[in-house]
RNA sequence: GCCGCCUUAGCUCAGUCGGACAGAGCGGCUCACUCGUAAUGAGCAGGUCCGGGGUUCGAUUCCCCGAGGCGGCUCCA
C-alpha cells in the first residue's frame, strides 16, 4: 500500500487584468470551482500565493492552485485551522489563541484554556466546525494600518499580542516562518470570517494567510487528537492544549489519508513484535530496554552476520569494548561537559572509609558507555601509526546506553540500550574525500541489499550557538561531505545548524514501503576528538601528524533498523531474513516422516525449517503460518509422499504442487542465497507449472 | 522532563453507577478426529482487576502517590 501522489498537472495560467480578482479571471479562463481540483488560491509571477479575492494593480499573470495540490491542501488546512479556532472560542469563550499553521498531512492550533480539552470536546468541535463549514463564511482579509493598531484589535489576545511584538521589534529574534502563519514579511493582516449574506464579520484572527474564498472550499475534515505543546516551542514557557486535525480535498483523500494511518498501525513493529513473538520490553527490565526472542533474535542474527561479512570485504577490521568505563574518558572526549543529563548516572566504586568515617581512599565514578568512539581513539593509541596503517576503519557492534527521557521511549526506534554498528575511520587529509565517497555509497549499497531503495541525504551544518572548533575545520568537513553527497546524484537537503557540537554530518533518509521516512546512516567528519586524544600518525617523511577521522553508523542502531524493517515489510521478512523459512504440513500423520525427510535436506543447506506435526487440521495449521507470515509453506499428502514430492503455498496463498523434493529444495535455497527481497510466489518461483 | 489518556488471564478486550464464585475470543494443556491449501469438536487450567497508601462496613471500581504503556511537546551525541 502506497500513498497516492497528489495529482500533477500542469497548473492553468492566466493574465489578471488590473483591478479584477484572480479568482475572476482564473473563474474566466475555465479553472474548476467545485472537486477536488478546484482553484484554491493563485500563485503570483514571484511565488507567492494569494487569496483569489487578490485583484492586482497591473496586469498579472497567475497560476491556478489546485486544492489537491500540496500548496493547495496546506492552504485548505491552514483555512480549517482557522475552523477550528473559531468554534474552539465558541464553546469557550476564554480561549486564548497561539497559533495554528499547516503541518504535514494535516494542521493544528494551540489554546490557552483552563483545561485540557477531552475526546468528547473533540466531537463536538469537529460538529461545530462542519456547521460553519456549512455556513460558507467567507476569509476576508484586511489590512492592519500598525503595529500599535493592531494591538489594540488583539488585546483579548496576549499570545497573538506577542507575535506582533516581534514582527515589530528589532531585536532580531526570528519567526520560524513555516510555523507562524500569523505575521510574515508584509503587512500585518488579520482575516475576518464573514456571514454570506448579511455581511457580518462573526470571527477574525490575526494571519498572514492566504485562505480559501469560503469555509465550503473546505470538502473534508477530521479532528485527531488533543496534545500539550509549549508556547513557542520552549520548555521554558507554559503549555498550550494543541489540536491535530487533518483536512483534504475531498472525502476520498481523507479515507486514504485514514486508511495509511490504519495501515500503519496494523504493521506498527511493537504490534508486530508481540504477535510474531520477536521481542518484548519487559518492565521488570525497565522503560526502554528490550530483550530479543528467539525469533527476533535469529533475523538479527542474520542482518548482523550479513553486516559483518561485508564489513570485512570492505577492509574493517573488528574491535570490542566493554560497556563501562571510568569518567576519565568521556571528561577527556568531552561527552560529559556535553551529555552528562542523557548518560545514565555514574556508579561510584573503589572508595573506602577509615573508622572514623572520613574517606580514605577516594573511589572512582564509572559511567555506562553513550558512545563507542572514545574506546576506539584508545584503540588507536595503543601503539604508533604509520601512515601506511590509514584508512584505518575500526568496527564494532557497540552497546551503548543513553538515560533517554522518560516521555520520549518509543518501541525500538528510541530506546535507552542499543546496539550501534559503528565504525570510526582514521585516515590522512588526502584521503578524507576519497574515504567519504566510499563510505556513503558502501552503506547505500548495504540498505539497497535490506530492500530499501528510496532515499534522499541530508547535511546536518553547524549550530552556531553550540560548537567547537575553527571555522576552517567546520568549512573542510562540511564541504567534504557535500562533495560526496553530490557525488551520489540523490537529492540533497539541508539541515542548518542540524549537527552535533563536534562535527557536521550526513545523514541517509530511508523512505518505507509507506512513503514515510527514516533517519538511518550517518557519517559525520571530526576534528576534536582527534584532537582531545592526540591521536597521530606517523607521514612518509617522518612528521607526527593528527588523522582526521570519520564517524559512521550504517543501520543507526540495530534496534531501531529492525524496528523500521519490520515495519516496511509489515512483519513479511524477505525469506533471507525471516525467522522460520519453511514450515512443513503435513496432510495426515503418516506424512510428517517424507516431510522431515525433507526438512533434513533443507537443514542441510542452512534453512530454517520446521515440520508442524502437531495435531490440529491442516487448514488450520496454514493459517497459523501464514500469520506468522513464513515465507514457505511445504504441504504434503499421498499423492506428494507417492511422487517423491512436496506442495508449495506461499504467503499470498498461491500454490506450485507436486513438485519434486530435489527441485523443492533447490529453489528455496537458491531464493534465499539470492537474498531476494519479494514475498515469493507461485509466479516468481521457476519450478513447477510452465 | 512536561501535558493528556490508558493499565482486568500469555494476547485482544467485555464488565463492575462501591457489594455475591470477575467474563469472552484467541493462545496453552488433555482427549477425540487423520483430514489436500486461512480457524474440527469437547473438556481443563489460567486473574494480587499494574504496585503502594487513603476514604469506606466493604475498593478491581472513588482519591493520592508510584511504575509501565500510548499520543504529543521539548530532546535525540
Not at 468541535?125 to 455556513?135: F, G, P, S, V, Y
Not at 525467522?579 to 522431515?596: F, M, Y
Amino acid at each position: 500500500m502506497v500513498a497516492s501522489p497528489p495529482a500533477v498537472q500542469a497548473a492553468l495560467r492566466v493574465t489578471v487584468p488590473a483591478g479584477v480578482t484572480a479568482g475572476q479571471a482564473l473563474r474566466d479562463g475555465g479553472a474548476p470551482t467545485t472537486g477536488p481540483d478546484a482553484v484554491v488560491v493563485a500563485r503570483d509571477p514571484q511565488g507567492a500565493l494569494r487569496d483569489l479575492a487578490w485583484a492586482p494593480d497591473s496586469d498579472t499573470e497567475v497560476d491556478a492552485v489546485a486544492a489537491s495540490s500540496p500548496d493547495g491542501r496546506s492552504v485548505i488546512r491552514h483555512s480549517c485551522a482557522h475552523v477550528l479556532a473559531q468554534a474552539v472560542q465558541q464553546h469557550f469563550p476564554d480561549a486564548k489563541l497561539g497559533i495554528g499553521p499547516p503541518v504535514i498531512d494535516g494542521f493544528y492550533y494551540d489554546f490557552d484554556v483552563d483545561r485540557p480539552f477531552t475526546p468528547e470536546d473533540l466531537a463536538i468541535l469537529e460538529k461545530t466546525m462542519r456547521r460553519i463549514i456549512k455556513a460558507g463564511q467567507r476569509f476576508s482579509r484586511r489590512v492592519l494600518g500598525s503595529v500599535s493598531e493592531a494591538k489594540r484589535e488583539l488585546a483579548a489576545e496576549p499570545y497573538k499580542v506577542e507575535l506582533v511584538d516581534l514582527k515589530g521589534s528589532t531585536s532580531g529574534v526570528t519567526i520560524d516562518p513555516d510555523e507562524v502563519m500569523e505575521v510574515g514579511a508584509g503587512d500585518l493582516t488579520i482575516y475576518d470570517n464573514v456571514h454570506p449574506r448579511t455581511g457580518e464579520t462573526i470571527w477574525s484572527d490575526l494571519c498572514r494567510g492566504p485562505h480559501v474564498p469560503t469555509t465550503r472550499h473546505i470538502p473534508a475534515l477530521r479532528l485527531m487528537r488533543t496534545a500539550a505543546a509549549y508556547w513557542r516551542g520552549s520548555e521554558r514557557n507554559p503549555q498550550l492544549q494543541r489540536i491535530y486535525g487533518t483536512a483534504w480535498e475531498s472525502t476520498e483523500a481523507l479515507e486514504r489519508h485514514l486508511e495509511l494511518l490504519a495501515e500503519a498501525q496494523r504493521r506498527d513493529h511493537r504490534k508486530l513484535g508481540a504477535e510474531l513473538d520477536l521481542f518484548s520490553f519487559p518492565d521488570e527490565i525497565g522503560s526502554g530496554l528490550a530483550v530479543f526472542h528467539p525469533r527476533g533474535g535469529t533475523v538479527r542474527r542474520v542482518m548482523e552476520d550479513y553486516s559483518r561479512r561485508r564489513h570485512e570485504e570492505a577492509g574493517y577490521d573488528f574491535v570490542n569494548s566493554p560497556h563501562i568505563t571510568k569518567a576519565q574518558l568521556f571528561e577527556t572526549s568531552g561527552h560529559l561537559d556535553w551529555y552528562a543529563d542523557a548518560m545514565f548516572p555514574p556508579m561510584h566504586l573503589d572508595e573506602e572509609l577509615a573508622d572514623d568515617g572520613t574517606v580514605r581512599k577516594p573511589g572512582q565514578d564509572y559511567y555506562l558507555k553513550p558512545m563507542n568512539c572514545p574506546f576506539h581513539n584508545l584503540i588507536y593509541r595503543s601503539r604508533g601509526r604509520s601512515y601506511r596503517e590509514l584508512p584505518l576503519r575500526l568496527f564494532e557492534f557497540g552497546s551503548v546506553y543513553r538515560y533517554e527521557k522518560s516521555g520520549v521511549v518509543h518501541g525500538l526506534t528510541r530506546v535507552r540500550g542499543m546496539t550501534q554498528d559503528d565504525a570510526h575511520i582514521y585516515c590522512t587529509p588526502e584521503q578524507l574525500q576519497g574515504e567519504i565517497c566510499s563510505l556513503l555509497s558502501f552503506v547505500l549499497d548495504l540498505l539497497r541489499d535490506f530492500g530499501l531503495d528510496d532515499f534522499y541525504l541530508e547535511l546536518s551544518t553547524r549550530n552556531d550557538e553550540k560548537y567547537v572548533g575553527t571555522d576552517e575545520q567546520w568549512e573542510q568537513a562540511t564541504e567534504a561531505l557535500r562533495q560526496a553527497a553530490e557525488a551520489t546524484g540523490l537529492e540533497l537537503v539541508l539541515d542548518p545548524g542540524g549537527a552535533a557540537y563536534y562535527a557536521p554530518k550526513i545523514s541517509v533518509q530511508a523512505k518505507d514501503a509507506l512513503g514515510r521516512t527514516w533517519q538511518l546512516s550517518t557519517i559525520q567528519v571530526d576534528f576534536q576528538l582527534p584532537d582531545r586524544f592526540e591521536l597521530e600518525y606517523t607521514a612518509s617523511d617522518g612528521s607526527r601528524r593528527q588523522p582526521y577521522m570519520i564517524h559512521r553508523a550504517l543501520f543507526g542502531s540495530i534496534e531501531r533498523f529492525f524496528g523500521v524493517l519490520t515495519e516496511h515489510y509489515a512483519g513479511a521478512f524477505p525469506a533471507w531474513l525471516a525467522p522460520v523459512q519453511v514450515v512443513g504440513i503435513p496432510i495426515a500423520d503418516e506424512h510428517v516422516e517424507h516431510l522431515q525427510q525433507v526438512a533434513k535436506a533443507l537443514r542441510a543447506r542452512g534453512i530454517r525449517v520446521e515440520v508442524d506435526a502437531s495435531d490440529e487440521r491442516m487448514q488450520k495449521k496454514i493459517r497459523t503460518h501464514t500469520t506468522q507470515k513464513v515465507p514457505f509453506l511445504l504441504l504434503a499428502g499421498s499423492k506428494d509422499v507417492e511422487a517423491g514430492a512436496v506442495s508449495f503455498r506461499f504467503r499470498d496463498g498461491t500454490q506450485i504442487n507436486g513438485v519434486g523434493v530435489e527441485d523443492a529444495v533447490g529453489a528455496i535455497t537458491g531464493w534465499v542465497a539470492r537474498r531476494e527481497n519479494r514475498s515469493p510466489s507461485a509466479a516468481e518461483l521457476p519450478i513447477g507449472q510452465p
